[in-house]
């Protein structure tokens, strides 16, 4: 029996499917993202193809609408508005959702449908990812999947598969967490009862070309919007300090198995920029702690 209502979740092996994305100036990694779509899920399985774009002035619409998208402008700009938007507009059972920066992995499809249908109780079945454009931090991201050092509770919404009524039943994607509308959604799926299954051998490209931009998405995702979440206690404080210790060592490591002696230092770096960023946003009135709750068997 599903979360939905007590009734039994439909088989999902074979049936047609949506695939949406939500976009904003994406010009520069859009072609590469709808070639690796077009490679990893078979067209006859596919429904109807959204781009919900929330006002781009570059090339987005263009090479939408050359790849065969269809491209429908969000009446506001901002993930969850524009994720809502593209739910709003899904009508099969699964739908399949990507971000502009995404570059599919070829067995992406293959893996990650089974993954959904496993059990009726799962209502998200996703894939990870892996930087891709900037040196350090393919290094940062190659090392920690090549070392089984991905956290148990990881997840994202970019290369993700889902359960269309599960999603509507605990109302989309929820807009009080702008840049963190993946994890306050998970968390509504998890008191519904339902599950978010991240396949850990599927490993797509995360389009980041500088590794200085990555940093400053960082300090705004943790500072500026005031999000911290707090993943005790799945992620005890002694595991927090003894990663922190070690940072020289990892990153040595890091350096070494990726020929890039920047790491390094860009490792370390990075480190600092996350733990101070959070500390600052610590300091805000509006900063709020959101458990992010990880499944056992998952």
């Known amino acids: 029996m599903s979360p939905y209502n007590g009734a039994p979740a439909s088989p999902v092996i074979g049936m047609k499917i949506d695939l949406v994305m939500w976009t904003l100036n994406g010009g520069s990694t859009l072609a590469r993202c709808f070639e690796s779509i077009e490679k990893a899920v078979p067209s006859d399985v596919i429904c109807h193809r959204y781009v919900v774009d929330g006002g781009s002035a570059d090339s987005t619409r263009a090479i939408a609408e050359q790849f065969g998208w269809i491209v429908v402008r969000s009446t506001r700009r901002g993930i969850p508005y524009q994720a809502n938007h593209a739910l709003d507009l899904v009508d099969t059972e699964v739908f399949g959702s990507f971000e502009q ?52 509770w990881i997840y994202s919404i970019d290369n993700n598969l889902y359960r269309t009524a599960a999603l509507r039943s605990v109302g989309g994607f929820p807009p009080d967490c702008a840049v963190s509308a993946d994890g306050a959604m998970r968390n509504n799926l998890f008191r519904k009862g339902w599950k978010w299954k991240v396949c850990r051998d599927v490993v797509s490209l995360h389009y980041r070309d500088s590794f200085v931009k990555h940093l400053r998405h960082v300090v705004i995702q943790s500072a500026e919007h005031k999000i911290l979440w707090e993943t005790y206690p799945e992620y005890r404080i002694p595991d927090k300090l003894g990663r922190f210790v070690t940072t020289p060592l990892t990153s040595a490591k890091m350096a070494s198995e990726a020929h890039t002696p920047g790491v390094f230092f860009a490792y370390p770096l990075f480190r600092v920029v996350r733990i101070l960023s959070r500390i600052v946003g610590s300091l805000s009135k509006q900063y709020r702690f959101i458990e992010v709750r990880s499944q056992p068997g998952l």
């Open 101 to 152: 920066d995404i570059g599919l992995n070829p067995v992406w499809f293959k893996l990650v449908m089974p993954a959904l249908s496993s059990d009726s109780d799962v209502a998200v079945a996703q894939g990870l990812r892996a930087a891709s454009g900037s040196r350090y931090l393919e290094a940062i991201d190659g090392y920690s999947i090549r070392h089984s050092l991905v956290p148990r």
